[in-house]
């Protein structure tokens, strides 16, 4: 790979900045990175891995003289961040987000982002329910998509450029509008991160059933929806108070067609079960043949009997 930015900045180091750094460097995309983040015992940690080359808690230092800022921060944070780099901006720099909602970031960031600098807010739909710097690692986005959600009259030019840096990192890249992005990804992303952490928290309020019992019979069901509800509370919070009315539109969606099942199963309408069922299989066999996800048994962990 070549050299495509001479310094990156890179506004918050979590899961996703750190990776975005690990990258960065692996590949040779930039001359020089800039980390910055608030706490300064994360800093530290971030130096100790090697993220980046010169590290600071003033994101308006971060950002001098750098070609492309990405701010990585849980979007309630956003405004605060674009409030305070926006003075020290060079001229043609591209600044864009790894924000899971959208409008909410336009709406933050784009009143304080000067004219002679270009905004693309963008969305790697790619993570774990890890976070802090020492979640990163190599190769995070490669296979994944990354959605462009460009603001009116976005420079041609800067969004080639950036998405040709999306493309180094080996992910696939799209664009959509933002009210379209918060609604797809209130379906595929928020419901469900938002489900798991409600089972978990009815397990946890049982009575009949201890909380020992809950963990040591943990089938593969419950296994998998505690893995989404271990995610950052701090930005899962977030995204529900920034994407709210796409959220609660498909919270209204799920609950309608969770009393359609409800009542399916007390009245033992066996072929209204199936039927759902068969339907909902199918999307599952989509998603391994889109390359979302392999074919494997239990999610491909391993197991005892597993051929060595």
């Given at each position: ?81 674009a409030k305070e780099i926006a003075g020290s901006l060079k001229p043609g720099a591209i600044v864009t987000d790894v ?39 190599p190769g995070l986005f490669e296979g994944r998509w990354c959605i462009f959600t460009p603001v009116a009259g976005t ?154």
């Open positions: 790979m070549s050299v495509q930015f001479d310094r990156i900045a890179l506004i918050g180091i979590g899961l996703i900045g750190s990776s975005l750094a690990y990258d960065i460097r692996r590949l040779g995309l930039t001359k020089e990175i800039v980390v910055a983040t608030r706490s300064a015992d994360t800093l530290k940690r971030a130096e100790e891995l090697g993220l980046g080359d010169r590290y600071t808690t003033s994101s308006a230092d971060a950002v001098r003289d750098a070609d492309l800022i990405i701010v990585s921060v849980p979007v309630g944070a956003s405004e605060s961040v924000g899971s909602t959208k409008a909410s970031v336009i709406a933050q960031m784009q009143p304080h982002m000067p004219d002679n600098v270009h905004f693309i807010p963008g969305h790697p739909l790619a993570g774990t329910e890890k976070s802090g710097p020492d979640a990163g690692f420079d041609e030019a800067a969004l080639k450029r950036l998405r040709n840096f999306w493309e180094a990192l080996g992910s696939k890249v799209d664009e959509m509008d933002a009210e379209h992005h918060d609604k797809v990804l209130a379906i595929v992303s928020h419901l469900p991160h938002i489900i798991a952490y409600n089972i978990v928290g009815t397990a946890d309020d049982l009575e009949t059933v201890t909380e020992s019992e809950v963990i040591k019979y943990s089938a593969s069901g419950f296994r998998d929806f505690t893995r989404l509800a271990a995610s950052d509370p701090t930005m899962w919070r977030d995204v529900c108070l920034h994407n709210r009315d796409a959220i609660l539109e498909m919270l209204a969606r799920f609950s309608e067609d969770l009393a359609y099942l409800q009542r399916a199963i007390r009245w033992g309408e066996g072929d209204k079960i199936f039927e759902l069922f068969t339907r909902t299989r199918a999307i599952r066999r989509s998603i391994i043949q889109a390359g979302q996800d392999v074919d494997a048994p239990d999610f491909g962990r391993p197991h005892p009997l597993d051929k060595k």
